[in-house]
């Protein structure tokens, strides 16, 4: 690998441009090798050069090198100097507080631990800027020394990078020694516990070829949710398969689609969090995640594709019990598969893990949603209302599992559902334009939508919503001088509101007024939220600048610019699909539920790709503050000695 490469994948990605710019010094120093080894062209015309002309372009071009280096070795310096003095200072901080640690609450001294960890981080991020700028600087005056044939690049090296202040390892080497020892005090005394506290995690997930166990976890599920996948329509197509659909499919439907949205989302998530490492966006600084104990993005698939192979072989029971290849008279209750994988999955969740790689992320997961519940009360942080987002995007999940608990509660599903063999083979089949038989149960019903004395199903529809409308009315008491942008964005999830509201008067009295009202609230929420996306969200939208990207991009590090105008098409569509929903529901109303669930899986598409550029956003902002490491307050604790 070379090594223009390999800083890229080494650096700390907030103080990118602190760096020394390899790449721009090595482009002075190889003008003259612009034509390759091989290129009898350049030979020629090099050879036809004169030596004195040749030794001339070579000393402006040493000139124009050096040069170049003082200005980088200043700004290395720079850098350096105002890190390590903010070191020193938070170092003296965490001594004093640590004199008297003994008289600290047990959560007094956990936050301490928590502090001291993440400075040690951030200590090992400045040593490796040291290190890879001293190896820059190295290597890149090795190859002038190389291709100039002469020593200046030695000399430099001698004079100027030695003795640099960015190159004084003890500096970092006594805060690291200070950091460890006190660890090791507040640890009793357990020097191993201190260092495993204290060690520094890999700088990015698994994302250049690096395997481990959970690699093969995570290929033996896809293919086993892959050989079900199959399974379930092979039994599904076969003669002897003739499964009873036409008056079941909307409950079969509403039964086994929130669990599948769920694992189609952890899939999601699990790329996003690979596809931020391998572009190096620090997620994990971003969810102010504690780096050394956190699910790696393989692991987040592991939980994901594990999720789904669990959802393909309840449905394949589903299948297979609701079929009359066994041949069961009375065959069991089926519709009570799907309902235990639900419980089966809320037991997983609330069930502590602890002992594994899970505990961790079960404890923040709790905790999320306990500080989403407080929404409003709370000061909030950015995974807060990153996470609200999403559940606005699995707001269908919200609607099934209320939908399905009234219609339980109700005895609208029929939980003793057997196949009936003298109609199992009858051959009316469900068309596009026909309606399912019971769908008299479904729909006129207290659970209905349309059901003017129920509405409670709305209050479902508006909650994720209105979290995020508290928590910007929150941010906007917390934060005065960027009061009335958060009232801005309260304003726009207020639209849900109305959108809500209208399609609760457009489903119980249809008239042109309620529908023209109806598709209005739709296009001026779709409108603001879609310029919200792109202008606050990912950044965009430079009208200023009459540009229409920002000047920084990270994805394809600035040289496939497709990616953003692609991004940019798919929210304008995806915004805009509930019109096409709209009018396939009125054109296929045979398969409402299909539909829905095709137009839900649409919405989680639209929340992945939003995540890349929604946290590439937040990164550059961190980069614009030089932030690498989590900021855990450090109040100096002061004690009242009688």
């Not at 901080?93 to 301490?112: A, F, V, W, Y």
């Not at 090795?142 to 200046?152: F, N, T, Y």
């Not at 063999?421 to 334009?433: F, H, M, V």
């Not at 399609?503 to 007024?513: C, M, Q, V």
Request: with cysteine; charged share 20%; glycine share 4%.
């Amino acid at each position: 690998m070379k090594f223009g490469q390999e800083i890229q994948e080494k650096l700390t990605s907030e103080w990118r441009s602190e760096y020394v710019d390899y790449n721009k010094l090595k482009r002075i120093i190889t003008r003259l090798e612009d034509g390759g080894e091989n290129d009898v062209k350049f030979k020629i015309m090099k050879s036809m050069i004169s030596a004195d002309f040749l030794n001339r372009e070579k000393e402006r071009l040493s000139l124009e090198f050096f040069e170049l280096q003082d200005m980088e070795i200043e700004k290395v310096n720079l850098f350096f100097n105002e890190k390590i003095s903010y070191a020193n200072r938070q170092l003296a901080d965490i001594s004093r507080n640590c004199e008297d640690s003994d008289l600290m609450t047990r959560k007094e001294t956990k936050n301490l631990k928590d502090a001291i960890c993440e400075f040690y981080l951030f200590i090992q991020k400045l040593k490796t800027f040291q290190e890879l700028n001293y190896t820059a600087f190295r290597k890149i005056n090795k190859k002038h020394d190389k291709i100039m044939s002469s020593s200046e690049g030695a000399q430099f090296m001698a004079d100027n990078i030695e003795n640099a202040r960015f190159n004084i390892r003890s500096l970092t080497l006594s805060i690291t020694r200070h950091l460890e020892s006190l660890m090791t005090r507040l640890e009793g005394g357990d020097s191993k516990q201190a260092m495993n506290k204290l060690r520094v995690p890999p700088i990015t997930d698994i994302v250049h070829g690096k395997t481990n166990e959970y690699l093969y976890i995570l290929g033996a599920l896809t293919g086993c949710s892959l050989v079900f996948l199959l399974a379930n329509v092979f039994l599904f197509y076969i003669n002897r398969a003739d499964f009873d659909f036409d008056d079941n499919l909307d409950t079969i439907i509403l039964l086994f689609r929130p669990t599948l949205l769920v694992a189609i989302f952890i899939i999601f998530f699990a790329l996003n969090m690979y596809g931020w490492a391998a572009a190096g966006v620090n997620s994990v600084l971003i969810f102010e995640i504690n780096p050394r104990d956190r699910l790696s993005a393989v692991q987040m698939g592991c939980v994901g594709f594990g999720l789904l192979l669990l959802w393909l072989i309840f449905l394949f029971i589903f299948l297979l019990l609701s079929s009359n290849i066994l041949s069961i008279p009375y065959g069991p209750h089926v519709n009570y598969i799907p309902i235990s994988l639900d419980l089966l999955c809320l037991l997983f969740v609330s069930t502590p893990l602890k002992g594994t790689h899970l505990w961790t992320t079960q404890k923040f997961f709790w905790k999320l949603l306990v500080r989403e519940v407080k929404a409003g009360f709370i000061q909030v942080a950015f995974v807060d209302f990153w996470f609200a987002d999403q559940l606005n995007s699995l707001g269908q999940v919200f609607l099934d599992f209320e939908r399905t608990v009234c219609l339980i509660s109700t005895e609208r599903i029929p939980l003793n559902f057997t196949p009936d063999p003298e109609t199992i083979n009858k051959t009316d089949q469900l068309s596009c334009n026909s309606t399912p038989s019971n769908s008299t149960t479904l729909m006129n019903d207290p659970c209905s939508p349309e059901s003017i004395d129920y509405g409670f199903r709305f209050i479902f529809w508006i909650l994720p919503a209105y979290i995020r409308f508290a928590q910007c009315i929150r941010r906007a008491m917390d934060s005065p001088k960027r009061k009335w942008h958060h009232l801005q964005n309260a304003a726009k999830y207020s639209t849900s509101f109305i959108k809500v509201a209208f399609s609760f008067i457009l489903y119980n009295r249809r008239s042109s007024a309620s529908f023209g009202f109806w598709v209005l609230a739709y296009v001026i929420g779709s409108i603001f939220t879609l310029f919200w996306d792109l202008k606050m969200d990912w950044g965009l939208l430079h009208f200023e600048k009459k540009q229409l990207l920002r000047d920084e991009l990270i994805y394809g590090h600035g040289e496939s610019n497709w990616i953003y105008y692609l991004a940019i098409l798919q929210d304008i569509l995806f915004r805009f699909a509930w019109i096409a929903k709209y009018f396939i529901a009125q054109a296929c109303p045979g398969f409402s539920q299909v539909w829905q669930s095709l137009f839900a899986f649409i919405e989680l598409l639209r929340r992945f790709i939003w995540n890349f550029f929604r946290l590439e956003n937040e990164h550059l902002n961190n980069c614009g503050e030089f932030r690498a490491v989590r900021e855990i307050s450090l109040v100096l604790i002061k004690f009242v000695y009688p």
